[in-house]
């Protein structure tokens, strides 16, 4: 299972936006990931004051992975030619790198996006 930046934000608040089921299953995941494009929108975010965060991002981000237990998946090249590779049907460069990374994996991806879907990964919200 694999995090979009929208879902680490609720997690990393407590997972209160979440479905029930979907809080469940990423309580009961053999492994939770994140890409580190996430920590890149989240900081991008909170650099144009579209985001608050408590600690520096950096921080932030390193207590947030801690405590959750998340497994970071770096922007490796494998990654990057996938996610270049996709249909266009999603033109978010950072979204495409978590679609990719969920690809590569094989992993369901925890979104509120409904277009991942079309690229045949399997969504919870």
């Not at 408590?54 to 030619?81: Q, R, S, Y």
Request: with cysteine; net charge negative; proline share 4%.
């Amino acid at each position: 299972m694999i995090l979009d930046t929208c879902a680490l934000l609720w997690l990393a608040e407590g997972g209160r936006r979440f479905s029930r089921r979907t809080f469940l299953a990423i309580q009961s995941a053999p492994e939770l990931r994140v890409s580190a494009v996430s920590v890149f929108e989240v900081a991008l975010k909170n650099n144009a004051g579209e985001l608050t965060l408590p600690a520096p991002v950096t921080e932030w981000f390193d207590t947030v992975v801690e405590n959750h237990g998340l497994l970071v998946l770096d922007l490796d090249k494998t990654t990057c030619i996938r996610a270049a590779g996709l249909p266009m049907i999603h033109r978010d460069p950072c979204d495409r790198f978590i679609i990719a990374a969920a690809k590569i994996h094989a992993c369901e991806v925890v979104t509120s996006d409904e277009r991942f879907a079309e690229y045949g990964v399997t969504t919870l919200i």
